[in-house]
């Protein structure tokens, strides 16, 4: 593994798993050889099985990842068997550094370390089967990079844009039921019940004085208790236990002026950086993105004048 730092800062990894491949080759070869001697089925099975365990932990032959302190985006390039794949990723999407050591042998005499990277939606390895004493150090200093700053705290009382008024609350409710279908309807605080009112407030991450202009309900049972909350403060929601977003809410002034995206793997919706909105329907995921945009255009009219 090449490790070094550039002039401008990027810290750039380079690796070719040489170890690794001398282990799937070695495999390829017993693998030709069970099937030229025409070893019991049971055998050949085993080795192919050993032979694909090895591929699914890497398959890639030349591994580069470069990390921009200045532009705090993570840009890797992968060479292996099915082409070359690149990645460009913030520093903020990264939910996880999964440095894992493995140890075999008498008195672990054989140790070999792995690092990688996961985000909301992807999975990529930095380094892998390297030397604990090569690992070690460079999985810290990764981990100083991008190690995520605070979350921003949901505050106690609601913070509206200081342009915000009541016409403008009325005007995003009008947003809200344009956008409004009978698969996916955004539903006025009014038309909920008291049921649904107490565990839309208890689940989502909202003010104490938040006043909720219009509500996604994106349970199965329609029971209040997940889904996305416009207010007059900002956007709130409540993720299902299997979407890790560590932030769930975003005030008016900062959505304004944020990308948002439709996640191409699944049916969430991303507000940069770092921010999912956790849905489990293709119409849902389409009438949200297609909200968020129009939220965008309705309060940049507000505050233009």
Known sequence: MNVRESENGDYIISQTPVFHWVIILLLMGLNFLVHWIEAPLILKIFMGVILGLGLIQNTNFTIS???SSREQKIRSRHIGLFGVRRRTVGFGEVVKCDYEALAWGKRNTYSRATLTLETYNDTFPVFFSVSLAEGRPVSERIVDLIAPSPVPEVPDTAVAPTWFDDSSSNR???VCQR?????????????????????????????????????????LSKSGGRGVAVACGGLYWRNPMWCCSRRCWVGWEELMDT????????????????????????NEQERVYELLLALQAELKAMRAP
């Open 179 to 219: 956008h409004s279908s009978e698969s996916c309807s955004f539903e006025e605080l009014s038309a909920l019940n008291e049921s649904r009112q107490s565990e839309m407030k208890s689940r989502l991450p909202l003010p104490k004085d938040e006043r909720v202009l219009a509500f996604l309900d994106t349970t």
């Open 172 to 174: 995003l409710a009008e």
């Open 259 to 282: 990308a948002v995206a439709k996640d191409p793997a699944d049916e969430d919706v991303w507000i940069s950086p770092g921010m999912q909105i956790g849905l489990t329907d293709k």
């Open 65 to 67: 990842t470069i990390f």
